[in-house]
């Protein structure tokens, strides 16, 4: 068993175990109402997202987000420690119950490479993780868990009953959550849009099954200051959104892999029917990788530098500016680059499946364009050559102009006045 | 009416002396360059500069401009061995009277650009 394997096999045990005592917890608890749908609801929940987020993890280990996937399914079974009939045991629960929502945001804003973009996108994550936990804690010290719940275990944290300032706490925890979805929701919308923009939606179901679950999470604290059945409405319809995540996900890797196969298929169909070649293998690129974008350049040994289709120099894009290159090697040697959208470069394993597919015909068009490359140096240089010569042919007229022509005139003007 | 001639070929100037002095004109000066020209013209004020267009340096064109600049300029006539249509609107934009072909210069083609 390889390493990486054998983690992963670990994990899985981890989560049994834990998803068995969660479930514990939860049909031993004096007070839960509906012990029986949160005991399904644990199980769906824990068991698909740790499943989900373990396969694809196993699958793909250079992209992250199977391991926030399995990490969101781990504070799914923490969270359910609130149901504990044990009174310092149930208090913590009540640190990690908002925990798996603040796990779903992470997994959401960090897709699809399971690594958070930049900075901000960093802050807002770990604000999450803390508002869920550390900003609960001033509540604590005047939560009286007792009040209106005779079966409810005590909390060992409780300074004095106040139920007020436990309510306003309560309410400005609540009102940062609902910002923070609000401000993810934000950029997840922002980068889905600019993905389309170049037609290349890899965000798809899951994304949106995500976002959804995070927005009716943002209903549930918002409401949380009304109560009522409405409340209780919106928690279950939260949890049920919740569910269709992990699925919307894998639903999506079937849908990438067969979508993948059937590019890779297409291309190499189309490389065999081409008639404007050169376009024709941009634009079979270009369909498989989905980027209506996409560039090709090739490696020019004569000019050490990639050129394009024309045979003019090509100048690869910088880092951060929303173009990325992905080289294309033929055993080993330099052939092209394939030049397209960031967003890509999540999946170079996947352009370079297709430049691969496209190798022979990448040679071609390499060949072919360092000819055209020489041809226009050839025509340069003619061109230098043309304009010396009419550089010699206005000398003599010059010449001609300063000297025969000059007299020719006198002479003509001396002979009239002559006659 | 005083006349001063401005050519890079003395064979020109020559025979365009002898042309225009038969015809009644009378000859102040010449110059073989568009420097010349525009130091020698103030001081001997002639009522027309024939100008030949095309001359090392500063070239007819640009020496009319600067007499036209200059205020009070002397009637222009443009010559040039080349055909007039060959500098197109370029003669009439200059401020010159005129434009004769170096072939025909005579006293009567002088007066007629002039009239």
């Known amino acids: 068993m390889r390493p990486r394997a054998r983690i992963l096999a670990g994990l899985a045990a981890l989560a049994v175990v834990m998803a068995v005592a969660a479930d514990l917890l939860i049909r031993n608890s004096d007070h839960l109402a509906d012990r029986g749908v949160w005991a399904v609801l644990n199980a769906a929940l824990g068991a698909s997202f740790v499943g989900t987020g373990l396969y694809a993890w196993w699958r793909r280990p250079e992209n992250r987000t199977g391991a926030v996937m399995t990490w969101v399914g781990f504070l799914f079974f923490l969270s359910a420690l609130e149901f504990s009939n044990d009174s310092w045991l149930s208090a913590l629960g009540s640190f990690t119950d908002p925990l798996p929502i603040a796990g779903l945001a992470h997994l959401v804003l960090a897709y699809p490479s399971g690594r958070l973009r930049s900075r901000y996108h960093r802050w807002l994550i770990a604000l999450a993780y803390i508002n869920a936990t550390l900003f609960q804690l001033p509540g604590m010290f005047f939560w009286d868990s007792t009040a209106g719940c005779a079966t409810c275990p005590t909390n060992p944290l409780l300074i004095s009953s106040h139920p007020d300032l436990y309510n306003a706490t309560a309410a400005v925890v609540n009102l940062i959550a609902v910002s923070l979805i609000a401000l993810i929701a934000r950029e997840v919308i922002t980068q889905v849009a600019r993905a389309r923009k170049v037609g290349r939606d890899v965000y798809g179901l899951f994304t949106y099954a995500g976002v959804t679950t995070l927005v009716a999470f943002g209903c549930l604290f918002a409401s949380h200051g009304f109560g009522g059945p409405g409340a209780t409405a919106v928690r279950y319809i939260a949890f049920g959104l919740f569910v269709t995540v992990p699925f919307a996900f894998l639903g999506g890797l079937v849908k990438g892999q067969l979508a993948r196969a059937s590019a890779v298929a297409e291309l190499v169909d189309a490389l065999g029917h081409a008639d404007d070649r050169r376009r024709s293998l941009r634009d079979a690129i270009s369909a498989a990788l989905g980027d209506s974008s996409l560039a090709l350049a090739y490696w020019s040994p004569e000019q050490r530098g990639y050129i394009d289709g024309d045979g003019r120099r090509v100048e690869l894009p910088d880092p951060g500016s929303g173009r990325a290159a992905t080289p294309i090697e033929r055993g080993g040697v330099a052939l092209a680059v394939v030049i397209h959208d960031d967003s890509l470069v999540e999946e170079a394993d996947l352009v370079r499946a297709v430049g691969g597919a496209a190798a022979l015909t990448l040679e071609n068009e390499r060949l072919a364009a360092e000819l055209r490359a020489r041809v226009q140096e050839l025509r340069a240089s003619r061109s230098r050559i043309v304009r010396a010569g009419d550089a010699e042919r206005r000398r003599l007229e010059r010449d001609l102009h300063d000297g025969a022509q000059q007299r020719l005139v006198a002479l003509a003007l001396n002979l009239r006045l002559a006659r | ?115």
């Open chain 2, 1 to 115: 009416m005083t006349v001063m001639i401005v050519d890079d070929h003395r064979s020109f100037r020559h025979a365009a002396r002898r042309v225009l002095e038969s015809a009644g004109f009378e000859i102040v000066g010449e110059a073989g360059d568009g420097e010349a020209a525009l130091e020698a013209i103030p001081r001997l004020r002639p009522d027309i500069v024939l100008l030949d267009v095309q001359m090392p340096g500063i070239d007819g064109f640009e020496v009319a401009a600067r007499l036209i600049e200059r205020g009070d300029p002397p009637l222009i006539v443009m010559t040039s061995s080349r055909d007039g249509a060959d500098f197109g609107a370029l003669v009439e934009r200059s401020g010159a009277r005129g434009f004769i072909q170096k072939g025909d210069l005579s006293g009567p083609a002088i007066r007629a650009v002039l009239a």
